[in-house]
Nanobody, 127 residues
């Protein structure tokens, strides 16, 4: 199993950008489909974006489409989330998640689908 560590969070003004990274340990990262989730205070953890093992397929929640881009670099054991045009409602703790799979084109959007989680990184967007 991989261990996941997020980085790149911080405080940014509305309209700004951040790039989150999720570094994975171990040699099996290429076998993982990956996702980003976020949790705001008092709210449930929600899906943000996901990417298939092969990186050929991606999915996004409607509120971030056109603003966020997920990518995966298997050679560097790292997944990224480029976040542009950030809004105050994007403020949350962002978590990366992974699931080992034999299906190269599958990605998952449910919290319950993932087996590995990072510790989270705070993103705060000021208005």
């Amino acid at each position: 199993q991989v261990q996941l560590v997020e980085s790149g969070g911080g405080l940014v003004q509305a309209g700004g950008s951040l790039r989150l990274a999720c570094a994975a340990s171990g040699r099996t990262f290429p076998m993982y489909t990956m996702g980003w989730f976020r949790q705001a205070p008092g709210k449930e953890r929600e899906f943000v974006a996901a990417i298939s093992r092969s990186s050929e397929r991606t999915g996004y929640t409607d509120s971030v489409k056109g603003r966020f881009t997920i990518s995966k670099d298997n050679a560097k054991n790292t997944m990224f989330l480029q976040m542009n045009d950030l809004k105050p409602e994007d403020t949350a703790v962002y978590y990366c998640a992974g699931l080992f799979t034999f299906h190269p084109e599958t990605y998952k959007t449910s919290v319950n689908d993932y087996s590995q989680w990072g510790q989270g990184t705070q993103v705060t967007v000021s208005s």
